[in-house]
């Protein structure tokens, strides 16, 4: 475990030795996304583009559910391996696996019995809105299988171990782009192929992942005896995870929102959109993959007792992900065609993706702030700070923003796109707020005692 211990060492070095498997984890990640989208595209008409889009933002947001919530024990595990208790991480660990087998089944049948009813909610278009439907069922089905897929990155990423679930999702990458080249260009089966694809490749994954832990030299023994839900650890599990999934929740939901905002402008926008996320997913993935890592590294240091390492590693990961973003700004911003192009051929489409991309470019300099302030505060278990910055953002800014463009734009994709970056201003100045009230409570706690 000395490799994977935070709490000494120079700070830039070990953390991104962390960042970077999670970086390539979260790009191959991407490509499940990015290669239905692709295959899709070029192997299918713009109906299928359309219901992916749609479809993939719906099981995104609930997956993103379950990823935000499984913080819970990733911040948890990894305070605990900072504090040097190991039999509590395993016990959390073992009542986690709990919780989240009752949520995939639960996240199962609401995805099969309400496709048509999101679907419906999503306004997805008419000529697209059988084909969503069937995608979110599909997906649905396999949602056990999404929750322990992303349950197990986030074991491994709480014990500082970033580089097993880089190889889980470089596996189930692999199979994905096998089995969307199988089911949608070989047999012909359109979205619902690469809904199938990517949950078996999915399921793929998980059964090597299973593999894999147990032949891993774990800081505790882990036995069955340990997979048991234990009341103390659920309460700690969901006093960090719930207010970071619920923040995601509705963030996701804002993002919902929009979508069916853009629907409502026909098909080609619809696909723009969906092309301009899939580019978005890439983009940021350098700040996304930040926000990870501080988490962990946040909270093993701030169980050892140690704050001001856990400022620098704040201010460090600022600073790499800002450069990143500058980067990332200009490619955007002035060649987003080149981007949007690989995913369609469809030139209205491309064009649609740019306009909204545009928007998110601007996003790129400000969410390399943004997202480590949100891992540094989730590593720190001021996670109901994140919940409320989240949900300022969507609800005073982006959602308002974005009703407001589409009566006033023009159908410009761009002025609706506008609302995320503004959202994102709001958040980050809350968070400098936060940072500061935080600290000098900190320093009066100490003055005190």
Same mark, same amino acid.
């Given at each position: 475990?000395?490799?994977?211990?935070?709490?000494?060492?120079?700070?830039?070095?070990?953390?991104?030795?962390?960042?970077?498997?999670?970086?390539?984890?979260?790009?191959?990640?991407?490509?499940?996304?990015?290669? /239905?989208?692709?295959?899709?595209?070029?192997?299918?008409?713009?109906?299928?583009?359309?219901?992916?889009?749609?479809?993939?933002?719906?099981?995104?947001?609930?997956?993103?559910?379950?990823?935000?919530?499984?913080?819970?024990?990733?911040?948890?595990?990894?305070? $605990?391996? #900072?504090?040097? $208790?190991? /039999?509590?991480?395993?016990?959390?660990?073992?009542?986690?696996?709990?919780?989240?087998?009752?949520?995939?089944?639960?996240?199962?049948?609401?995805?099969?019995?309400?496709?048509?009813?999101?679907?419906?909610?999503?306004?997805?278009?008419?000529?697209?809105? /059988?084909?969503?439907?069937?995608?979110?069922?599909?997906?649905?089905?396999?949602?056990?299988?999404?929750?322990?897929?992303?349950?197990?990155?986030?074991?491994?990423?709480?014990?500082?171990?970033?580089?097993?679930?880089?190889?889980?999702? =470089?596996?189930?990458?692999?199979?994905?782009?096998?089995?969307?080249?199988?089911?949608?260009?070989?047999? #012909?089966?359109?979205?619902?192929?690469?809904?199938?694809?990517?949950?078996?490749?999915?399921?793929?994954?998980?059964?090597?992942?299973?593999?894999?832990? $147990? %032949? @891993?030299?774990?800081?505790? /023994?882990? %036995?069955?005896?340990?997979?048991?839900?234990?009341?103390?650890?659920?309460?700690?599990?969901? $006093?960090?995870?719930?207010?970071?999934?619920?923040?995601?929740?509705?963030?996701?939901?804002?993002?919902?929102?929009?979508?069916?905002?853009?629907?409502?402008?026909?098909?080609?926008?619809?696909?723009?959109?969906?092309?301009?996320?899939?580019?978005?997913?890439?983009?940021?993935?350098?700040?996304?993959?930040?926000?990870?890592?501080?988490?962990?590294?946040?909270?093993?240091?701030?169980?050892? =007792?140690?704050?001001?390492?856990?400022?620098?590693?704040?201010?460090?990961?600022?600073?790499?992900?800002?450069?990143?973003?500058?980067?990332?700004?200009?490619?955007?911003?002035?060649? =987003?065609?080149?981007?949007?192009?690989?995913?369609?051929?469809?030139?209205?489409?491309?064009?649609?993706?740019?306009?909204?991309?545009?928007?998110?470019?601007?996003?790129?300099?400000?969410?390399?702030?943004?997202?480590?302030?949100?891992?540094?505060?989730?590593?720190?278990?001021?996670?109901?700070?994140?919940?409320?910055?989240?949900?300022?953002?969507?609800?005073?800014?982006?959602?308002?923003?974005?009703?407001?463009?589409? %009566?006033?734009?023009?159908?410009?994709?761009?002025?609706?796109?506008?609302?995320?970056?503004?959202?994102?201003?709001?958040?980050?100045?809350?968070?400098? @707020?936060?940072? %500061?009230?935080?600290?000098?409570?900190?320093?009066?706690?100490?003055?005190?005692?």
């Amino acid at each position: 475990m000395k490799n994977n211990d935070f709490t000494s060492g120079a700070i830039l070095p070990k953390l991104l030795k962390f960042m970077l498997p999670v970086l390539f984890a979260m790009f191959l990640q991407a490509m499940y996304g990015a290669v /239905d989208l692709l295959v899709v595209g070029q192997f299918a008409d713009k109906a299928d583009v359309s219901a992916v889009s749609t479809g993939s933002q719906i099981v995104m947001t609930l997956t993103n559910l379950i990823v935000s919530f499984s913080m819970g024990i990733t911040v948890a595990v990894g305070q $605990r391996i #900072g504090q040097k $208790r190991p /039999d509590e991480a395993a016990q959390t660990i073992g009542t986690g696996l709990v919780i989240f087998a009752i949520t995939g089944l639960v996240f199962t049948v609401l995805s099969l019995f309400g496709a048509t009813g999101l679907a419906s909610m999503m306004q997805a278009p008419p000529e697209a809105f /059988d084909t969503t439907a069937d995608y979110i069922r599909i997906c649905g089905g396999g949602f056990l299988v999404i929750t322990a897929y992303n349950l197990l990155g986030s074991i491994f990423r709480g014990l500082g171990d970033s580089k097993t679930p880089l190889i889980a999702v =470089g596996i189930a990458c692999a199979f994905n782009i096998i089995g969307d080249l199988l089911f949608v260009a070989v047999f #012909g089966m359109g979205a619902s192929g690469a809904a199938l694809a990517t949950v078996m490749a999915q399921l793929i994954s998980v059964a090597v992942s299973f593999v894999m832990i $147990r %032949h @891993a030299k774990l800081p505790f /023994d882990f %036995h069955k005896d340990k997979i048991k839900l234990k009341k103390s650890y659920a309460q700690v599990i969901f $006093r960090i995870g719930t207010p970071i999934a619920l923040q995601d929740f509705l963030v996701g939901i804002s993002f919902l929102v929009m979508l069916a905002i853009v629907n409502r402008l026909g098909v080609t926008a619809s696909a723009g959109v969906g092309v301009a996320e899939k580019v978005c997913v890439f983009i940021m993935l350098v700040p996304i993959s930040f926000m990870q890592s501080m988490t962990a590294f946040v909270a093993q240091n701030y169980g050892a =007792g140690m704050p001001q390492r856990s400022k620098l590693a704040l201010k460090t990961g600022i600073s790499v992900s800002f450069a990143f973003g500058v980067v990332m700004f200009l490619l955007t911003f002035f060649r =987003g065609d080149l981007l949007a192009g690989i995913f369609s051929q469809d030139a209205d489409t491309v064009q649609a993706a740019w306009d909204y991309l545009k928007a998110y470019a601007i996003d790129c300099l400000t969410t390399c702030f943004l997202f480590c302030f949100i891992g540094y505060f989730n590593g720190i278990e001021k996670t109901k700070f994140v919940m409320l910055q989240g949900i300022c953002g969507a609800f005073l800014v982006r959602i308002p923003v974005a009703f407001l463009m589409q %009566h006033i734009g023009n159908g410009s994709l761009f002025l609706i796109g506008v609302s995320i970056p503004c959202s994102t201003v709001l958040q980050i100045i809350m968070c400098f @707020a936060a940072y %500061h009230y935080f600290n000098k409570n900190d320093k009066m706690l100490t003055e005190n005692t």
